[in-house]
Nanobody, 124 residues
Framework: QVQLVESGGGLVQAGGSLRLSCAAS????????MGWFRQAPGKEREFVAA???????YYADSVKGRFTISRDNAKNTIYLQMNSLKPEDTAVYYC??????????????????WGQGTQVTVSS
């Protein structure tokens, strides 16, 4: 069982930046693919970004060039740096992980463990 705890959400004006963090409680963190997903009210959970154990990165087209995912295996933590935020980025952001040796999944159903989520609100 892996526990994930997200932090760093909040309220920001359009054009601003936030950095989300996700800390994992596992000694084998480096073996996990990690992902960020988001869910806005009335919408399905959608893929935002993912990073493999080998640090290959993947992004949704809607955030490419604005968001950056990274991992620090020494701290069992991943990050999502979000720049040039837009009102449409408003959502609850979830961290997820799964043991995966080939890249990182892009669909929620492929992830085994999830955090509780952190709210990101971007005002116009």
């Amino acid at each position: 069982q892996v526990q994930l705890v997200e932090s760093g959400g909040g309220l920001v004006q359009a054009g601003g930046s936030l950095r989300l963090s996700c800390a994992a409680s596992t000694r084998t963190f480096s073996r996990y693919a990690m992902g960020w997903f988001r869910q806005a009210p009335g919408k399905e959970r959608e893929f935002v970004a993912a990073i493999s154990w080998s640090t290959s990165t993947y992004y949704a087209d809607s955030v490419k060039g604005r968001f950056t995912i990274s991992r620090d295996n020494a701290k069992n933590t991943i990050y999502l740096q979000m720049n040039s935020l837009k009102p449409e980025d408003t959502a609850v952001y979830y961290c997820a992980c799964t043991p995966e040796r080939n890249g990182a999944p892009l669909t929620p159903g492929m992830y085994a463990y999830w955090g509780q989520g952190t709210q990101v609100t971007v005002s116009s």
